[in-house]
């Protein structure tokens, strides 16, 4: 999904400001980066808002249309309020097509049910890490990375050097020698030992 947002400069500043622009339904915003002047703009609040709720949202390159002008930039941070359902603050950061940035994006752990450590042994299954950083061209970065655990067995691990990447991405941590756990199965506790005591009687019973 591409996303489009109309944006202007913001002429205002101040507190003042600030909270007129909030009330009209605007949405106060910075846009960084690629060697320019940070630049205040506003953004309509509710389509950014909605936005936000969609996890794609955040590792898509965005494009604010400014007063006209098209930038392609990245969902770097944002504030809500504390207690009110309004965002209060975005960053963007400009992007160069031709330069690798590096960006959050979650993991999707799929087939858990039919693994090994969970249908045979009824284990947990322990989320070690929910996101991860990646490095890749902007118009490669993946919205996530899928960690399929169809053969998990209870006892083992998934470390980030087991796990699939497109192609002209790369985890950071493995750049640097990280090779990260991401999911492990652990047996339930007591269900080893209950499985040992039936053999321990058995071998008690033999020896008498």
Known sequence: ?????????????????????????????????????????????????YALKDEAFHSEILTPVIDGQKQPVLLRDFQNHP???????????????????????????????????VKDDGSNITHVMTEVDVRALPTSLPHF?????????????????DLKLPEGVEFTALARGENAAVVMATAVKGAAAAEEAPAAEAGEAAAE
């Not at 400069?9 to 600030?18: P, V, Y």
């Not at 960690?147 to 050097?161: E, M, P, Y």
């Open 1 to 49: 999904m591409s996303y489009e947002l109309i944006a202007a400069k913001r002429e205002e500043l101040g507190t003042g400001a600030s909270r007129r622009l909030r009330h009209a339904g605007k949405l106060l915003t910075v846009v960084y980066g690629a060697n320019q002047e940070a630049e205040s703009i506003v953004l309509e609040h509710n389509p950014v808002y």
């Open 145 to 161: 990375v899928e960690v399929d655990l169809s053969a998990l067995a209870t006892g083992a691990t998934i470390h980030l050097a």
């Open 83 to 117: 207690y009110k359902q309004q965002v209060m603050h975005v960053d963007f950061q400009r992007v160069d097509p031709n330069e690798k940035i590096h960006v959050k994006v979650p993991f999707h752990f799929i087939n858990a049910e039919v693994s090994p450590a």
